[in-house]
């Protein structure tokens, strides 16, 4: 079993950064796939962005790309994300998640239970 908790979130007007972090329980942290999915009211959750076990191939969705960059601290047994640039678009509760390749929710196993951003125009 693995068990996520979000922090970082916040209110924060356009342009600005905020730093997300997602730290897990649970010794096989490392051998997941970490990713960030997000969903803004009245829509689906849709993927933002993955990481691999090692650290070193991400994912990003091309909503994002450019602004934001994932990373994990395998011996914190943390994942990062650092949103820059942000824009009222980006307003939406984030989930951290851990899994298998790819960007579709179904390759996730384990979830957080979500943290809000706010990003105001």
């Known amino acids: 079993q693995v068990q996520l908790v979000e922090s970082g979130g916040g209110l924060v007007q356009a342009g600005g950064s905020l730093r997300l972090s997602c730290l897990t329980s649970?010794?096989?942290?490392?051998?997941?796939?970490m990713g960030w999915f997000r969903q803004a009211p009245g829509k689906e959750r849709e993927f933002v962005s993955a990481v691999d076990w090692s650290g070193k191939s991400t994912y990003y969705a091309d909503s994002v790309k450019g602004r934001f960059t994932i990373s994990r601290d395998n011996a914190k047994n943390t994942v990062s994300l650092q949103m820059n640039s942000l824009k009222p678009e980006d307003t939406a509760v984030y989930y951290c998640?851990?899994?298998?390749?790819?960007?579709?929710?179904?390759?996730?196993?384990?979830w957080g239970q979500g943290t809000q951003v706010t990003v105001s125009s």
């Open positions: 649970g010794r096989t942290f490392s051998t997941y796939v």
């Open positions: 998640a851990a899994g298998r390749w790819g960007n579709q929710q179904r390759l996730y196993d384990y």
